[in-house]
């Protein structure tokens, strides 16, 4: 599989989620899971300290061992100064690691001047405990304060993570060129929108028992289930069936076509959804 740059870090164009790990899915179906994904090509694993309230981290560190040279482990945190070592350690522990290959912000930190956290951030990296750091859930305006906040010689973001898909294309207009413009990554998450860009719901029909949509809160169905988003879904299934590909083909395709963009996360609860997405490029 294709790889492009965090940083010093090499990661597949196609990362895996791991918000299913603890929750949905227990540690014998993560170890399955992940096998697959490195079978397949993927070596970025994407998780965080409150997917499973830490037993994703558990969980995909488990998953690795004897393989964790194979691996690009990213995690993200609440993003406060004040935490950030302290978080760093107890995610090391839960993954059983000696080192975060990419460790990142989970979203902005109310109130703090982004120059304390950075400045926390950088002095992890200079220990050796984490490889590169990362942003997500950040603007434009946000990730400029940050490259003004940073001194020389200091740890920078080298990505940020945003929800981008086929579904969601705001960050074409402000974040990705910004990215292009200051060589930061830019990696989407949300990317098959919760199993709806696989192309396996149907307009007027129930949700599929069993997918992590049927099992929503109502309020995230009404968001996914609504005419706008089946009218897209529907156009992407003809355009894929005149040439030979699949919902899933091109909703994971497209927003690595677009310059900027690194990598495309999307979760996964069977090694056969693995497959498919690891393929679909």
Same mark, same amino acid.
């Given at each position: 599989?294709?790889?492009?740059?965090?940083?010093?870090?090499?990661?597949?164009?196609?990362?895996?989620?791991?918000?299913?790990?603890?929750? *949905?899915?227990?540690?014998?179906?993560?170890?399955?899971?992940?096998?697959?994904?490195?079978?397949?090509?993927?070596?970025?694993?994407?998780?965080?300290?409150?997917?499973?309230?830490?037993?994703?981290?558990?969980?995909?560190?488990?998953?690795?061992?004897?393989?964790?040279?194979?691996?690009?482990?990213?995690?993200?945190?609440?993003?406060?100064?004040?935490?950030?070592?302290?978080?760093?350690?107890?995610?090391?522990?839960?993954?059983?690691?000696?080192?975060?290959?990419?460790?990142?912000?989970?979203?902005?930190?109310?109130?703090?001047?982004?120059?304390?956290?950075?400045?926390?951030?950088?002095?992890?990296? %200079?220990?050796?405990?984490?490889?590169?750091?990362?942003?997500?859930?950040?603007?434009? %305006?946000?990730?400029?304060?940050?490259?003004?906040?940073?001194?020389?010689? *200091?740890?920078?973001?080298?990505?940020?993570?945003?929800?981008?898909?086929?579904?969601?294309?705001?960050?074409?207009?402000?974040?990705?060129?910004?990215?292009?413009?200051?060589?930061?990554?830019?990696?989407?998450?949300?990317?098959?929108?919760?199993?709806?860009?696989?192309?396996?719901?149907?307009?007027?029909?129930?949700?599929?028992?069993?997918?992590?949509?049927?099992?929503?809160?109502?309020?995230?169905?009404?968001?996914?289930?609504?005419?706008?988003?089946?009218?897209?879904?529907?156009?992407?299934?003809?355009?894929?069936?005149?040439?030979?590909?699949?919902?899933?083909?091109?909703?994971?395709?497209?927003?690595?076509?677009?310059?900027?963009?690194?990598?495309?996360?999307?979760?996964?609860?069977?090694?056969?959804?693995?497959?498919?997405?690891?393929?679909?490029?």
């Amino acid at each position: 599989m294709e790889q492009r740059s965090i940083g010093r870090l090499q990661v597949s164009v196609i990362g895996l989620g791991c918000n299913n790990f603890g929750q *949905r899915l227990d540690q014998s179906q993560t170890t399955g899971v992940v096998h697959a994904a490195l079978d397949a090509g993927i070596n970025y694993f994407d998780t965080s300290d409150n997917y499973g309230g830490g037993a994703s981290e558990e969980f995909l560190g488990q998953a690795l061992q004897g393989h964790r040279d194979e691996a690009i482990v990213a995690t993200k945190y609440d993003g406060a100064a004040m935490t950030a070592r302290t978080s760093c350690l107890l995610s090391l522990d839960r993954l059983t690691m000696d080192y975060i290959d990419l460790f990142q912000i989970h979203r902005p930190y109310p109130g703090e001047p982004l120059d304390e956290t950075l400045g926390a951030l950088s002095e992890l990296v %200079d220990e050796g405990l984490v490889r590169e750091i990362g942003c997500s859930n950040f603007s434009v %305006d946000q990730l400029r304060d940050a490259a003004s906040a940073n001194d020389p010689g *200091r740890a920078r973001f080298a990505s940020v993570q945003n929800d981008y898909n086929m579904l969601n294309r705001k960050q074409e207009f402000d974040v990705i060129p910004e990215c292009l413009a200051g060589s930061l990554a830019f990696n989407a998450y949300f990317g098959l929108y919760h199993g709806f860009l696989t192309g396996k719901f149907r307009r007027g029909e129930p949700p599929l028992a069993g997918t992590r949509l049927g099992e929503a809160s109502d309020a995230r169905k009404e968001a996914v289930f609504n005419d706008e988003n089946f009218d897209v879904v529907e156009a992407i299934a003809e355009l894929a069936a005149a040439h030979g590909m699949t919902v899933l083909d091109i909703a994971l395709a497209r927003p690595l076509h677009v310059p900027g963009v690194t990598a495309v996360i999307a979760g996964a609860s069977t090694a056969d959804q693995v497959r498919a997405n690891a393929y679909r490029q």
